[in-house]
């Protein structure tokens, strides 16, 4: 199994131009071999029809069926977009990431897991970093399959505030990484 990130950066943003951190956390979580997790060069421009301007936020869902239409992930394949920028989905103002339920399709927006001080220090740069960790594993989660937890401690807790995912651990619960080992041990 291969895992691509593909970050995507319009308007020169560059939230955080190095993401490889995030790397050795989705290869432990997720068994994706050390040579099989790539970093794509960062995509800068996008249609401008996945763009909202009465929102000012990008279409999630229609940024996935993008995403699965022009870098076709294939068989065995997971493609995880680091986005920086805001989106939202459905009747949501906002989302801190979606995927494609048993797809190889999944998005995490930066934009809301930013600090509210910004990155300029280590520590608020670290707490976007375990933000950013914390959503890759959640978004990649539903890739696998699986659905929506009602333990907040579960990563795959459905986060409706910035504090939901901070209270969160990095880790799924007992039911949920049955689930996920199930569902790796199928593919």
């Known amino acids: 199994m291969r895992l691509i990130i593909q970050p995507i950066m319009v ?9 490889s951190f ?9 068994k994706f071999e ?12 996008i249609p401008k ?12 869902d229609h940024l996935l069926s993008w995403l699965q239409q022009t870098l076709q992930p294939s068989n065995g394949t997971k493609l995880l977009a ?10 949501y103002n906002f989302c801190f990431g979606e995927a494609i339920i048993g797809g190889r399709v999944a998005a995490v927006y930066l934009r809301r ?8 220090d280590n520590k608020l740069r670290t707490l976007l970093q375990d933000r ?6 959640h978004e990649l989660g539903h890739t696998f399959g699986l659905r929506h937890c009602s333990l907040g401690s579960c990563i795959m807790y459905k986060s409706k505030t910035i504090l939901d995912t901070d ?8 039911t949920c990484i049955c689930a996920l080992a199930n569902s790796i041990g199928s593919l």
């Open 11 to 19: 308007n020169g943003n560059k939230i955080l131009e190095d993401i």
């Open 22 to 30: 995030i790397i050795p956390t989705l290869l432990t979580v997720f």
């Open 34 to 45: 050390k040579d099989s997790v790539i970093i794509n060069k960062p995509i800068s421009e």
């Open 49 to 60: 029809h996945l763009f909202d301007g009465k929102r000012n936020q990008y279409q999630s």
């Open 82 to 91: 680091v986005c920086a920028f805001d989106a939202y989905f459905g009747n």
């Open 113 to 120: 897991l930013l600090p509210q001080d910004g990155i300029d």
């Open 132 to 137: 950013l960790i914390k959503e890759a594993i």
């Open 167 to 174: 209270n969160k651990r990095r880790e799924f619960c007992k």
